[in-house]
Nanobody, 126 residues
């Protein structure tokens, strides 16, 4: 079965950096669209970033220019490099995945993630 395990969270001061990792297993990694979603205490989940199977990346405006998503298909691992961290980045960060779909001669990523990791906490102090 699909399993996603995040790591790399921790506590840093504002302006610092962290790199999150998500080890995936149980499926063909290169056939899945991957992403990161975060949830701060008392708030709704917020999409952070996604990467499609062709390597196309997208980011929420709140992290654009500071965060970088990447993946290593050989290691079945997704990453999120987070630089210039702000206190408002404090949240539980979840790795997520959904299988790509084929329609009208085109592969695309469905809007909703299907599989989720258990999360890793990121705390940024001012």
């Amino acid at each position: 079965q699909v399993q996603l395990v995040e790591s790399g969270g921790g506590s840093v001061q504002a302006g610092g950096s962290l790199r999150l990792s998500c080890a995936a297993s149980g499926y063909t990694f290169s056939n899945y669209c991957m992403g990161w979603v975060r949830q701060a205490a008392g708030k709704q989940r917020e999409w952070v970033s996604s990467i499609s199977t062709d390597g196309t990346t997208s980011y929420a405006d709140s992290v654009k220019g500071r965060f970088t998503i990447s993946q290593d298909n050989a290691k079945n691992t997704l990453y999120l490099q987070m630089n210039s961290l702000k206190p408002e980045d404090t949240a539980m960060y979840y790795c997520a995945a959904v299988q790509r779909m084929y329609l009208s001669n085109t592969w695309f990523c469905p809007a909703d993630f299907r599989y989720w990791g258990q999360g890793t906490q990121v705390t940024v102090s001012s």
